[in-house]
């Protein structure tokens, strides 16, 4: 096949990989290349949330912060603490670099960044652009890579991770418009594909955001807390959260059987009065938690039970939920809606009354909120797990850096927002560390042979996210969860070799990436389900086999002024050699 080479290679172009090049860049790396399957797909640019939250050290106010207080929230029992201290430290810096290219964080009129208090958060660390958060980091971070005049390597599917005996030695690329393969020998590659979202069929992530996760895996990285994910309720039509307002505006649950008939069967499951409080709860609560059950999360598993049992479900903003009044609503509720102006008479009235954007972002998409109902499931929205990094976010194998939500360093009860600081300060980590490592392309002969995949034909990669929804998500079945594991193991054993021209070849690697990803994901699941309740430490997956070991503590630092400044001056000379 054809070669390049070039000294770093960056994978995806959310706003992990944007701001990897864009640091590398401004850290004076001249041998760069950013690969991307599409500059304008992935969940960093096509996704947001009824005001999508960026987490951070708190700028406003009079209420104490600090660097170790924010690090030891960001590290709960199965967080690492040195990953969980950098994000703390690199917040700051990384948000007001984001400031200065131009994203519209507000502030009050005196320039404090003014923020208000997210899930497993102690402090109004959180801050907002708007619904459309990450799609405004994107934008202005590949205005400053394009400035940089990186070069970008558009429409390419990477493929897969060659090694030496040193690490690191190249990545093979299916150049999708060209249908050829194109080796780019390289020294480092930082793999920003976002979460594995093509292993579950019921999803919340954008149709042109899969994840590439399996390449870490079938190089030899290990995977961290693989059975952590966030689950909660959204759209199917176009997939988009409905948390916060789209639930306080206390819509209608309805079920629809094949026949046509509906049932609200909130209402027939928990009572009226149940019902309307824990839907209101779930625009606080929206994530499925199996510490609110009983409590909001009833709602989740209820909605699954009708879907279950062949019915669709949907919000239905036309008409009230059975039994609403004022006295059948919680004093929360009650005092929310009141107090926002929205003691409306239907759901789409005070879901108007409180947010007007949330109904023309579906009607910008063709559904009218206040015409017909909205269906939805409960869905794979985020991966709290992922690829094991070390505190400069790289994996076991030597050169190779995972950065943002496909990195495994957010544990199970992550504050709401953190995962897009972690985009910034996991790829300013990586970077900066690039540039000190001194790894130079190898010089060693390469396999230039086609390698085994998957065969498309046996099982398609729908059967296995359909598997994998029914019996592995936010409700798992233990033997269900068992036998898919089998097939998916004999699957990856059933393959063949695979040319640049196969007509197949895109699917067929992307199949070998959700069978690898399941695989690893499953293990860690299933091991899991065999632990006595939640131990701590991080669970740690490698082909299959997983173990549970203590996570880092949060590391003991030098805060002596002058020990800090010799070490710094040092590691700056070498950075800029």
């Known amino acids: ?76 029992p199965d967080v690492n603490g040195d990953t969980a201290l950098c994000e703390a430290a690199a917040s700051a810096p990384s948000f007001f670099k ?10 009050n009129e005196y320039g404090e960044y003014v923020g208000y208090q997210t899930d497993h958060d102690t402090r109004r660390r959180a801050t907002s652009a708007g619904p459309l958060t990450s799609k405004f980091m994107t934008e202005a971070l590949e205005k400053s890579v394009l400035a940089r005049k990186v070069p970008i390597l558009n429409h390419a599917l990477a493929a897969r991770i060659v090694k030496d005996d040193r690490g690191v030695a190249a990545l093979d690329v299916y150049l999708t418009g060209e249908k050829e393969l194109l080796r780019v020998r390289c020294a480092n590659i930082v793999l920003c594909t976002g979460g594995p979202a093509h292993i579950y069929r019921d999803r919340v992530y954008p149709e042109n955001q899969h994840g590439m996760s399996g390449l870490a895996f079938a190089a030899g990285a290990e995977g961290a807390n693989l059975d952590c994910w966030q689950y909660g309720l959204a759209s199917v039509s176009f997939r988009w959260n ?18 046509g ?38 709602v989740d598993i209820l909605v699954k039970r009708e879907n279950d049992l062949g019915r669709r479900v949907y919000l239905d903003y036309v008409h009230n939920p059975q039994g609403y009044n004022e006295e059948n609503m919680s004093p929360e509720a009650l005092n929310y809606l009141r107090s926002c102006g929205a003691l409306k008479a239907t759901p789409i009235e005070r879901l108007r009354a409180m947010n007007e954007p949330a109904i023309a972002l579906y009607a910008s998409h063709g559904i009218r909120l206040d015409e017909a109902p909205l269906e939805i499931r409960v869905c794979a929205q985020h991966h709290n797990g992922g690829v094991a990094v070390d505190a400069n976010w790289q994996t076991c194998v030597p050169g190779l850096y995972v950065c943002g939500e496909a990195a495994g360093t957010f544990g199970r009860k992550r504050p709401g927002g953190s995962a897009l600081n972690s985009t910034q300060a996991g790829s300013l980590r990586a970077a900066q560390h690039i540039r000190r490592n001194g790894r130079t392309v190898s ?135």
């Open 1 to 76: 096949m054809r070669e390049i080479t070039v000294r770093t290679v960056v994978i995806g172009s959310g706003c992990a990989g944007l701001n990897a090049a864009d640091t590398l860049a401004a850290l004076g790396e001249e041998s760069l290349l950013l690969v991307t399957e599409d500059m304008n797909a992935g969940t960093s640019r096509n996704t947001g949330s009824d005001k999508q939250t960026y987490y951070k050290l708190s700028l406003s106010g009079d209420e104490g912060d600090s660097i170790g207080a924010l690090a030891r929230d960001l590290c709960g």
């Open 98 to 107: 984001l400031c200065a290219l131009g994203v519209p964080f507000p502030t």
């Open 242 to 259: 409905v948390s916060g307002s789209y639930q306080q505006a206390l819509p209608r649950y309805v079920s629809v059987d094949e026949n």
């Open 261 to 298: 008939i509906e049932r609200d069967f909130l209402s027939d499951a928990l009572g009226d009065r149940k019902a309307m409080a824990f839907t209101f709860l779930k625009g606080y609560q929206w994530p499925f938690d199996e510490s609110k059950v009983p409590g909001s999360s009833e």
């Open 443 to 577: 010089s060693q002969p390469l396999p230039e042979e086609d390698w085994p995949l998957p065969e498309e034909g046996k099982r398609p990669a729908a059967y296995y996210q359909e598997c994998m929804t029914r019996c592995a998500a936010f409700l798992r079945d233990e033997e269900a969860m068992e036998k898919l594991l089998s097939e998916i193991t004999d699957a990856l054993q059933n393959v063949s070799a695979a040319g640049s021209k196969d007509e197949d070849l895109i699917h067929r690697l992307l199949l070998r990436d959700i069978l690898i990803t399941q695989r690893e994901v499953l293990s860690a699941m299933l091991y899991a389900k065999g632990e006595q309740g939640t131990p701590p430490g991080v669970l740690m997956t490698r082909n299959g086999i997983s173990r549970r070991e203590p996570a880092r503590p949060l590391p003991e630092r030098d805060q002596w002024f002058e020990r800090v400044w010799k070490k710094y001056r040092e590691e700056q000379a070498v950075t800029n050699r």
